[in-house]
């Protein structure tokens, strides 16, 4: 099993920044692709990002492409979502998610294992 635990979120003004921190237990984190997903107040959750294990592919929503960044250190079990150039349209509660899998890289249900997830608000 693999727990995740998001943290970094907070309340910031558009055109800020946040790093959101997904911290992962479990020795077999290393090896699974790591997802950023996103739900905004009456909107289904949304895919935003996604790295896979050696850190060799990471992908994006058009919507985040060139102001968000996902990265991470497998020597400490985290992965990270830099989120510059904030605006209030990616207020939202953002969720971690990780899979073994290949494929189904946007589509929530093929992630096992998801934490509960951190709230970003921007302001106008």
């Known amino acids: 099993q693999v727990q995740l635990v998001e943290s970094g979120g907070g309340l910031v003004q558009a055109g800020g920044s946040l790093r959101l921190s997904c911290a992962a237990s479990g020795r077999t984190f290393s090896r699974l692709s790591v997802g950023w997903f996103r739900q905004a107040p009456g909107k289904e959750r949304e895919f935003v990002s996604n790295i896979d294990w050696r850190a060799d592919s990471a992908l994006y929503d058009d919507s985040v492409k060139g102001r968000f960044t996902i990265s991470r250190d497998n020597a400490k079990n985290t992965v990270y979502l830099q989120m510059n150039s904030l605006k209030p349209e990616d207020t939202a509660v953002y969720y971690c998610?990780?899979?073994?899998?290949?494929?189904?890289?946007?589509?929530?249900?093929?992630?096992?294992?998801w934490g509960q997830g951190t709230q970003v608000t921007v302001s106008s």
């Open positions: 998610a990780a899979k073994g899998g290949p494929g189904g890289i946007y589509t929530e249900t093929t992630y096992d294992f």
